[in-house]
């Protein structure tokens, strides 16, 4: 049973040109993450929704944005991606009061930009 | 801010034992997660800890000092299918829980 759920799997796009990529959770859990990933790296820390209040980290670039529409679905935009945004993008969510808060990650979306 | 420190790579043999440590320094200390990671994949969560002490759980477990900053993941029986990289990561105290990730262990099982 897939429980956090990104698509696509794979993303190629071109230098400068828009992308979305989307998640979506069956979890209903209150808190969504984006992280992104570079080889051999830590996973980083974009941004985290908890219910609709967005928090963006300090050093998270503007070419990225967040959308939540509702309690389900969570979008990643990348406005003007440039070659050093290629990654492994996680999506992940947790929720308050669980045991351990764990985070439950996607699949993840690795993004190619030409 | 959180740093996280753990060893880049080991290398252990199939039925062995392996021990991944991971020292840390935090502004503030709600948890201790272990996730694993194959690679191109997602990583799953393995254990977490808030108190000191050891928390088993099959073939995996893993301890935590928070006097002294450090945890360990223990795996046992080694599998071919653990090869994989080992990831600790420290939860802030405050806010929205926000993880900080260390950069991950790479775990080679040989026959």
């Known amino acids: 049973d897939a429980m956090v759920i990104q698509n696509p799997r794979y993303q190629v796009t071109q230098f400068g040109k828009p992308v979305t990529l989307s998640c979506s959770q069956t979890?209903?859990?209150?808190?969504m993450y984006w992280y992104q990933q570079k080889s051999s790296q830590a996973p980083k820390l974009l941004f985290h929704y908890y219910d609709k209040d967005f928090n963006n980290e300090a050093d998270t670039p503007d070419n990225f944005q967040s959308r939540r529409p509702n309690t389900s679905f969570c979008f990643l935009d990348i406005r003007s991606p440039g070659l050093g945004d290629a990654a492994m993008y996680l999506c992940?969510?947790?929720?308050?009061?669980?045991?351990?808060?764990?985070?439950?990650f996607g699949p993840g979306t690795r993004l190619l930009v030409l | 801010g959180q740093n996280i420190d753990q060893p880049t790579e080991m290398t252990a043999t199939e039925g062995a034992i392996v021990q991944i440590n991971c020292t840390y320094q935090?502004?503030?200390?709600?948890?201790l997660f272990w996730y694993q990671q194959h690679a191109g994949e997602a990583p799953t969560f393995l254990s977490y800890?808030?108190?000191?002490g050891l928390e088993e759980k099959g073939r995996f477990s893993s301890f935590l000092s928070r006097s002294k900053g450090y945890s360990y993941l223990l795996l046992k029986e080694l599998q071919m299918k653990d090869s994989a990289s080992y990831l600790c990561?420290?939860?802030?105290?405050?806010?929205?829980?926000?993880?900080?990730f260390g950069i991950g262990t790479k775990l080679q099982v040989i026959p």
């Open positions: 935090t502004s503030g200390f709600n948890g």
């Open positions: 990561a420290v939860r802030d105290q405050g806010g929205y829980q926000k993880v900080t």
């Open positions: 979890l209903n859990h209150n808190v």
């Open positions: 992940a969510t947790s929720s308050l009061g669980g045991w351990g808060e764990t985070q439950y």
């Open positions: 800890n808030v108190l000191d």
